[in-house]
């Protein structure tokens, strides 16, 4: 009988926040290697990204500024990989809505948006890897850091940050859709439309003129630009402020709207 | 009022057309285990979730082990367990690692947390399948892992909504057990339930929840006095006219005897549980009837919902309120 009345101390203060935000990140990498289709999404699928595209595309394009097409291709593959990952954020989150763990979770002393931080927490780790190995997969087919040690960490710097930013919106999708199979497609089509109306794979200057007002814009575009600036060098300063700029924005609307969903979560 | 596990005073709560609480009084003394009866679509799971702070209630208030739940719902949650409609664990994370996630969210340290898992796995009876992925555990164990997460922090104040769903009746028994204890070494206990039977097996007080009002509520006895006391079933021998055996044994009823022709079913009201069954048996010999099957049985919720209210559990009425549960809109 005392172990299941007795023996557990009860703590008379709120777990702290940073402490349950590592608790929830440890779960998440968990899962990350135990899941069969998030494995895939951190590690086939990068790996395929940079094979496929460089090799399918690399002979009939041509563009300005980078000698070969995978040192110009493979920001934009970067952003490609981290959008299509964080779109299994939006189907774990609405996963645990539909079985019951968000309710299970709200129930304890926590504070409210340490479920999501961490879920975004482990989505950088992951994503840091997932940067490394396509750096590594492209590196063996040519690709090189032309800008220094520097600019290459503050590459992957804003990498992870964009991720962070995919993340945010995902979990607001996946708390917003509730179902998990919507929160993926609601995930990707947004990545899949931005991305091929982007300057990731081609230059925008290529594209038909009422394409490229919006592919200029568009945030994909901005955040590769300030990417392919960082690794294959060039001015910086602006295209990293627009880029920065760019997730500071989508943060700052994600992530209040993701608390206030998830502190409502299943109360319809 | 100091020493109650849990207060609500005219909780009301809509959820669109719907009105799934209607001004809901409840009161439960600290240790005692409250069976919330109800049929689907009554409000027990969003009663449960109000005093677990999952809902804010529109009007009302409810305090659980002596603290509001709107006003603190942190310091609540810190002395409470939930164990919801659905088993709430991670299919993979092994069980363990389950249990030692939600003692460290409960704040306990790592060694402390894993020990208290350690501890639950094999009080649960789960000590074997510990170490594997929840994934592969059979529904009754998912319960009894989702029931140990629930125990974690040893909450004075305990929530169980409709613990026993989806149990076979060994697992039911188990459960029971494991709630027996519980209560015995002093935890207080909310449980919803769609069977009279668990309620008036595990609970001090019954309070049956109809489209979201307090149908009748009192210790178990005398809700089963207020429901008519037991049901006496008899089935007429075939070819015999159930109508006959109605009539022989109606003068032994609180209430007219229910007539099933076609299944040749007579069901009736009675008080005095066995005692009842010689006088049964003296009526029928006198009238010559014989039967082939005799049972006395606690009322079913719904037959004890038409003594209470004079009207079915979900009549018209119900229907035309849907269920008001949070899960009814995935």
Same mark, same amino acid.
């Given at each position: 009988m005392t172990a299941i009345t007795g023996a557990a101390a009860r703590p008379g203060r709120a777990v702290p926040a940073l402490a349950s935000v590592a608790v929830i990140t440890g779960r998440n990498l968990r899962r990350l290697i135990r899941v069969p289709t998030l494995l895939v999404f951190a590690t086939v699928q990068p790996v395929l990204f940079v094979l496929l595209f460089s090799y399918a595309f690399g002979g009939a394009i041509r563009v300005p500024g980078a000698s070969r097409y995978v040192d110009y291709l493979l920001p934009g593959i970067f952003v490609l990989s981290i959008g299509f990952g964080a779109s299994q954020t939006g189907v774990a989150i609405a996963e645990d809505l539909a079985t019951g763990m968000i309710d299970r979770f709200r129930s304890l002393?926590? $504070?409210? !948006?340490a479920v999501l931080a961490g879920r975004v927490v482990a989505d950088a780790l992951r994503n840091l890897f997932v940067v490394a190995l396509m750096t590594g997969t492209g590196a063996a087919i040519g690709f090189r850091f032309h800008a220094g040690p520097a600019a290459a960490l503050a590459a992957v710097a804003l990498a992870v940050a964009a991720g962070a930013a995919f993340s945010w919106l995902n979990l607001l999708l996946g708390l917003a859709v509730r179902d998990p199979e919507s929160a993926g497609l609601a995930g990707l089509l947004p990545v899949i439309i931005l991305f091929f109306t982007s300057?990731?794979?081609? $230059?925008? !200057?290529?594209?038909p003129g009422w394409l490229q007002a919006f592919a200029r814009a568009n945030p994909i575009t901005v955040i590769t630009g300030a990417l392919r600036a960082l690794c294959?060098?060039?001015?910086t300063a602006r295209p990293a402020a627009e880029a920065v700029a760019w997730i500071l924005c989508l943060l700052a609307i994600t992530i209040p709207a993701a608390v206030v969903r998830y502190r409502h979560a299943a109360s319809t | 009022m100091a020493d109650a596990a849990i207060v609500a005073e005219g909780l009301g709560k809509r959820f669109g057309p719907v009105l799934?609480?209607?001004g809901v009084d409840l009161m439960l003394a600290a240790g005692g285990v409250l069976g919330l009866l109800g049929p689907n679509g009554a409000g027990k799971t969003t009663l449960v979730r109000i005093l677990a702070t999952l809902l804010r209630p529109d009007r009302g208030r409810a305090r659980v082990a002596g603290l509001d739940v709107t006003g603190q719902p942190q310091a609540v949650r810190r002395l409470i367990g939930l164990s919801g409609?659905?088993?709430?664990?991670?299919?993979?994370?092994t069980g363990e690692e389950n249990l030692a996630m939600i003692g460290r969210l409960h704040g306990l340290p790592r060694r402390q947390a894993r020990r208290r898992a350690a501890e639950l796995a094999g009080r649960l009876g789960l000590a074997g399948a510990?170490?594997?992925?929840?994934?592969?555990?059979?529904g009754g164990m998912r319960r009894r892992l989702d029931l140990a997460a629930s125990l974690l922090a040893a909450p004075p104040v305990l929530f169980l909504d409709e613990?026993?769903?989806?149990?076979d009746p060994h697992g039911r028994l188990e459960l029971w057990q494991v709630l027996a204890e519980l209560s015995a070494g002093g935890t207080s206990l909310l449980l919803t339930t769609q069977y009279i039977e668990e309620a008036e097996r595990l609970a001090t007080t019954i309070v049956i929840l109809g489209h979201g009002s307090v149908i009748a509520s009192g210790p178990p006895g005398q809700l089963r006095a207020q429901a008519g006391g037991d049901r006496l079933e008899a089935q007429a021998l075939p070819?015999?006219?159930p109508r006959q055996l109605a009539r022989a044994l109606a003068?032994?009823?609180t209430a007219e005897p229910a007539v099933d022709e076609a299944a040749g079913r007579v069901i009736m009201p009675v008080t005095g549980g066995a005692g009842i069954l010689p006088a049964v048996a003296g009526r029928l010999a006198d009238a010559g009837l014989g039967v082939s099957e005799l049972a006395l049985r606690r009322p079913t919720l719904e037959e004890a919902f038409l003594a209470l209210?004079?009207?079915?559990?979900?009549g018209p009425a119900g229907q035309a309120r849907p269920a008001p549960s949070a899960r009814s809109a995935r």
């Open positions: 002393p926590i $504070p409210g !948006a300057s990731a794979l081609v $230059p925008v !200057a290529t594209m294959l060098g060039g001015p | 799934a609480l209607d409609q659905y088993a709430a664990v991670d299919p993979f994370l510990a170490g594997r992925l929840a994934r592969t555990y059979s613990p026993t769903t989806g149990l070819g015999q006219d003068p032994l009823g209210t004079g009207q079915p559990a979900s």
